[in-house]
């Protein structure tokens, strides 16, 4: 009854209410990752010439993805949090003006043990709350941890991931293997922009002959490789930084606010915090490649026979089912057929049966 930590007025009026909560940390996000999708999926690395349902594809996975890795943020964040809640009952802050206690009889209350402790110290049964509405006394003891914070950072977190991922902002880094010109790797559509990269490095050789006859014959006293290094990345614009971290200030402010509004201990909100900390990156990780390595994209969908189960010896859930036309092509590709290139992990070949202006689309598997 003495304990300042729980004495704290009620505020029947919150700043951030539990529906503006799902607002914010779910109905907004979701609608961002699908207008993000939409008009900057599959980005410029695409040639005009792509065909408008392989396009359409591509779209549409990133945004099943998308609303995957938040929906796994917040359901993991959800469960997590309000499984502690009910384990640990923990008080809070405002838990005796929720009581309404029953001062003038607290002796009735008091428990005999503790009845001569020094310094009007008493610990006091439940029955002493006056408080007729049982769920706002209920909600007295779920402090721990701040379902505010956990929520609000599992999906603005998760969205901050998303745009730094969308575009492109992330820490100029060199990667640790030599750099490479493979151009495949960071696209939507990796035999088409092998076919390009094999049309640019013909002209370059064209080129070579005049560039060496112009190159210096002395040498710089500097490591070349290392000097050339700094072309590899550039600080991006400090307006998209902005932009990518608006929802992670956001939810900085979700959080503060049950401290203000004395719903919550500090150390709650906290570790609240965490929880969605951790659950927006591990969904984020679970569906997307890593922000500076992945150019944006999204992994790919898995194969229809390891959809449930990859199977014992198996490294991972991609590969192309056995008498399905991908296996059909790829083996047609091998045997040297002319106008063919196989490429595996989900995209079909470029021509059909060695006729060009055929195509076969990107297939997409179950993600969920």
Known sequence: MTNAEISFPYQTHEKISTALLVVCGLVIPAGIIFLICVSLVPGPTVSKATPKPLIWRRKLWEWHTGWLGLGLSLAAAFLITNGMKNLFGKPRPDLLSRCDPDVANIAQYTFDSFQNVPNGFSVVSAEICQQTDKSILDDGFRSFPSGHASFSAAGLLYLSLFLASKLAITIPFLAPSAYSQDASRFSAFPSRAERR????????????????????????????????????????????????????????????????????????????????????????????????????????????????????????????????????????????????????????????????????????????
């Open 197 to 368: 990269v094999v049309q640019t490095q013909a002209a370059d050789n064209l080129k070579e002959g005049q560039v060496q006859n112009e190159a210096l014959q002395e040498p710089t006293g500097h490591n070349d490789a290392i000097i050339a290094a700094r072309n590899q990345a550039a600080a991006p614009p400090v307006y998209l930084l902005v932009l990518a971290t608006i929802p992670f200030f956001a939810s900085i402010y979700i959080a503060s606010t049950r401290y203000s509004d004395f719903r919550h201990h500090g150390f709650d909100i906290l570790f609240g915090y965490f929880i969605g900390t951790v659950t927006a990156v591990f969904a984020f990780g679970y569906y997307h490649l890593p922000i500076s390595q992945g150019a944006g994209w999204s992994w790919g969908p898995r194969s229809r026979d390891r959809s449930f189960w990859a199977g014992v010896g198996v490294g991972n859930y991609v590969g192309l089912n056995e008498g399905s036309p991908e296996v059909h092509d790829v083996e047609i590709g091998r045997q040297g057929n002319s106008g063919m290139s196989a490429v595996g992990n989900g995209e079909h070949l470029e021509c059909v049966n060695g006729k060009p202006g055929s195509y076969r689309g990107e297939t997409f598997g179950s993600g969920a």
